[in-house]
């Protein structure tokens, strides 16, 4: 268990027995008993979410079904200085819905109706639980789809994108969740309900949308958003290349863009990763290569030949030793599957995996690629990287055992510098999965104390006594500073 | 051009922040026009100058505030790359800042993408003389809270923009326009519809008589989506979507009346409003001249789902946008006084409680 299980006080400590049973009084005067759950058996299944290193029981979990009920919740938590963690799916990977010991969480998965979808103008109006790939089914009797697509979109919720600014493999080309969500109808922490963004373009004051999408659940509590949505290509294709060397894929994602040409995804394994998602799903990859690029072009069919042709040639003039094209589209698709079943690939391999999700600029991969393998050896922990190579998004996963001692411990501090490196070139601690609770120190190495203040003075615009999801996305000040003091050794991820 | 300002610009506003002087941000002042009109001692920050990365391969550019749009996007045509958000320019020295700080985007918007999608990061001076940096160089970043797209359109209200990151995206290899002859309802209709459609679309235009559209993309593409479309190509297609549209040299704008911008879910039917329309982005944006009173164009833009604003000419002493409700009135207060706790930038530009 990680050194960050936090240090609250336990599910039965009589102080908190007392405080829930005081407040399930109160609830239970506008809750049905069914959307009240405060037996242990009955939240331990909300203890964690993706990044389940991290485990914390809450005070209660409240499932409402209502604008009305949720609206409440936060006036009573409010008045009673209760902390609101809200969540979706569970499906995040930085820890962002870990709930708090003398805090409720609250679960909008109940919320999981689509309201409205309009060809006309394009746009789906949808409630925060509604699953990210339940809108592209939906919209596609109409020739249209919701262009975010998180590896989770079978599972996450719209509600936990909107939180999360969650990305996905075409985001070079279709932008993440904060290009493609129109409005949201938000709670307030006092359980005021107001309507920012809308459908008609550019809303008067502030772009308070860019503001809230990514905000973790920290600055109001979504209750219905409104996405944009786009007409389905004609066409996809997808080129896979292999390459004797890692440095020689990097520049080549380069001269595929120099060239002109954005593609719907262009995605990089290294050799660990070709092999683990080889050995797991046959996808047909060159086991030998040490690196491989998918690269998919979509649009109009004439385009899609276009530029199929001219990425062929981009990549051999680049140096891939083989080029394949997908003869077809379950070929396509066996080549897609290898890529997106990389992490439980990675799973079988190893009993646990940490996956790390900096973003750096892509002229330093092969640096930060060098030094990530220097890292592994030194922590003696294997690193399988997985990237995003059109928007410079890395996944590396570190392989280890939370069994042995420690092990979890060191990866944590390996994650940490791999972070830090990622900083260090210019780059950012989280692409797209959140700070959450998990890269909360590196905070401190990416922002100096006046940002973080900044920041800190933006979450009390909206949540002047911190009571929506506490403790995640930005650090106190003070946690910084007794980060920096840190011995080197110690400055692990979380 | 390059010039690094930020000490004396820091110093510049320390003094100000001491005296509680109000200051107007400027650039060249070719968008001063816009908004409420400024107030306080002017601030110029086109001195601050100069492109300070550009990554073709990454698709990034960096630059200080004062540098001009004509220099980073010269700088990006040599590279076949361009900014796909179309930043009107409203005069020969516009600025990269005062670009971002008013939000406008040209033709291509709805298609493409507004300003505040492209940019990436920023610095900034806020109103405790600090510079602050949040965002960066790369598409995808969810580190701290999205100050950088909060600055985007928030018309120097909440802080001196230093450095603006910006994603820059390829020319389209080809580009080709179409005009027909159709009404306002038929073109809101249409316009829709092929934005349904997996066509490279990228800009829309109804004068009243004409539709026109433009595809850029593949030649092959576009060549084959024009036989779909159908229409007379224009020729100087260029002229039209940058001086006449972007740039308002259309003669739609050159009249004496006030000059509505009233911004709508695209397929909305027509507004019965007496004026002169002219419409842009899909139907999503629609300019009204017009001696009516602002509290009917209000009115009538609200209750379709949108809002209206008064882009130039009229009272500019009163209201320009549209009115934000209570709470989010409060919530623009609270975070200006996060930013700019002695109400120093640009006091009341966009609204007199800011």
Redesign the interface.
């Known amino acids: 268990m990680s050194q960050l299980q936090p240090h609250g006080p336990g599910f039965h400590d009589p102080g908190l027995v007392a405080r829930r049973a005081e407040l399930v009084q109160e609830l239970r005067r506008f809750l049905p008993p069914d959307g009240i759950l405060e037996q242990e058996e009955e939240v331990g299944p909300y203890e964690c979410d993706g990044l389940s290193a991290y485990r914390q029981l809450p005070l209660l979990v409240l499932l409402p079904r209502t604008v009305e009920e949720v609206q409440r919740i936060l006036r009573l938590c409010h008045e009673r200085d209760i902390p609101v963690v809200a969540r979706g799916a569970g499906t995040g990977l930085s820890g962002g819905a870990l709930p708090l010991p003398d805090g409720v969480v609250l679960s909008l998965a109940r919320f999981n109706r689509i309201l409205d979808i309009?060809?006309?103008?394009?746009?789906a109006r949808v409630q925060p639980g509604v699953r990210n790939l339940a809108i592209s089914e939906a919209a596609a009797a109409?020739?249209?789809y919701y262009a975010p697509d998180p590896s989770s979109q079978i599972a996450c919720t719209i509600g936990g994108n909107v939180a999360?600014?969650s990305?996905g493999v075409h985001?070079?080309k279709y932008?993440?969740t904060?290009?493609n969500v129109l409005a949201i109808k938000l709670l307030?922490v006092h359980g005021?309900l107001?309507?920012?963004g809308?459908?008609?373009?550019?809303?008067?004051?502030?772009?308070?949308l860019?503001?809230l999408?990514?905000?973790e659940g920290m600055?109001g509590v979504v209750v219905e958003v409104t996405v944009r949505l786009l007409?389905?290509?004609?066409r996809a294709q997808v080129v896979l290349a292999g390459f004797d060397d890692v440095e020689k894929a990097g520049a080549a994602?380069?001269?595929v863009?120099?060239a002109?040409?954005?593609p719907a995804g262009l995605e990089m394994m290294d050799g660990p990763a070709i092999k683990a998602a080889e050995d797991f799903v046959h996808a047909g990859y060159p086991t030998d290569a040490a690196a491989i690029l998918l690269c998919e072009v979509d649009?109009?069919?004439?385009?899609v030949?276009?530029?199929i042709a001219r990425v062929r040639d981009l990549l051999i003039a680049a140096g891939a030793t083989e080029v394949r094209t997908a003869k077809d589209q379950a070929e396509r698709l066996r080549f897609w599957q290898g890529r997106k079943a990389a992490f439980p690939a990675v799973g079988r391999i190893s009993p646990d995996y940490y996956c790390m999700d900096g973003?750096?600029?892509?002229?330093h991969l092969p640096e930060v690629l060098r030094r990530t393998a220097e890292l592994s050896r030194e922590y003696g922990l294997p690193v399988a990287n997985v990237f995003?190579a059109?928007?410079?998004?890395l996944h590396p996963l570190i392989l280890y055992d939370a069994n042995r001692p420690g092990e979890l411990e060191r990866t944590e501090e390996l994650g940490g510098k791999i972070l830090e490196l990622c900083v260090e070139v210019?780059?950012?601690?989280?692409?797209?999965?959140?700070?959450g609770i998990e890269?909360i120190r590196q905070?401190c190495v990416?922002?100096?104390p006046?940002?973080l203040q900044?920041?800190n003075?933006?979450?009390?615009?909206?949540d002047p006594k911190g009571l929506l999801n506490p403790g995640k996305?930005?650090p106190t000040p003070r946690r910084c500073s007794e980060y920096r003091q840190l011995p080197d050794r110690e400055r692990g991820t979380g | 051009m390059s010039q690094d300002q930020t000490t004396e610009l820091l110093e510049r506003l320390r003094v100000a922040a001491a005296a509680h002087t109000p200051i107007q941000i400027q650039g060249s002042g070719s968008k001063a026009f816009l908004g409420r009109a400024p107030a306080g001692e002017p601030f110029s920050v086109g001195g601050h100058c100069g492109i300070l990365n550009y990554q073709p391969k990454e698709l990034v550019v960096t630059a200080r505030s004062g540098t001009t749009l004509e220099e980073i996007e010269g700088t990006l045509a040599k590279e076949g790359q361009m900014l796909a958000f179309e930043p009107p320019y409203f005069g020969p020295g516009a600025t990269l800042g005062a670009s971002i700080a008013c939000g406008l985007s040209g033709p291509a918007r709805p298609y493409a993408g507004s300003a505040r999608d492209f940019v990436l990061g920023v610095r900034v001076l806020t109103g405790k003389a600090e510079t602050l940096r949040f965002g960066g160089e790369v598409m995808k970043n969810v580190a701290g809270y999205d100050v950088p797209r909060l600055m985007t359109g928030a018309f120097g209200t909440l802080g001196v923009l230093l450095e603006v990151s910006l994603k820059v995206m390829p020319v389209p290899a080809a580009e080709e326009t179409l005009v027909q002859e159709r009404s306002t309802a038929e073109a809101i209709v249409l316009m829709n519809q092929w934005a349904g459609r997996p066509l490279p679309l990228t800009a829309t235009c109804h004068d009243g008589d004409r539709l026109y559209l433009r595809l850029s993309g593949a030649e092959t593409s576009v060549r084959q989506a024009a036989s779909v479309i159908g229409g007379e190509p224009l020729s100087d297609h260029g002229t039209f979507w940058r001086s006449k549209l972007r740039e308002q040299g259309h003669g739609f704008f050159h009249r004496d009346k006030a000059l509505w911008r009233i911004s709508l879910p695209a397929a909305t039917p027509r507004l019965d409003l007496p004026g002169n329309w002219l419409m842009e982005w899909g139907g999503a944006q629609r300019w009204l001249r017009t001696d009516l009173d602002a509290s009917a164009i209000r009115k009538a833009a609200g209750a379709a789902g949108g809002h209206a604003t008064l882009f130039r000419g009229g009272d500019r002493s009163g209201q320009v946008f549209h009115s934000l409700s209570p709470a989010l009135l409060q919530l623009h207060r609270n975070l200006k006084q996060a930013f700019d706790p002695l109400g120093l930038f640009n006091p009341g530009r966009i609204y007199p409680e800011l």
Do not use: W
């Open positions: 309009d060809p006309a103008n394009r746009t109409h020739g249209l999360e600014n990305g985001c070079l932008g993440l904060v290009h307030l005021e107001v309507e920012i809308g459908e008609a373009p550019d809303s008067p004051g502030y772009d308070l860019a503001l999408i990514g905000s600055l007409p389905i290509p004609e994602v380069g001269e863009i120099a002109g040409i954005i649009g109009t069919n004439q385009e030949s276009e530029h973003t750096i600029p892509r002229r995003h059109g928007d410079g998004n210019g780059g950012t601690i989280t692409g797209e999965h959140g700070v890269k905070m990416q922002f100096s006046a940002e900044q920041l003075l933006v979450k009390q615009a909206f996305g930005v």
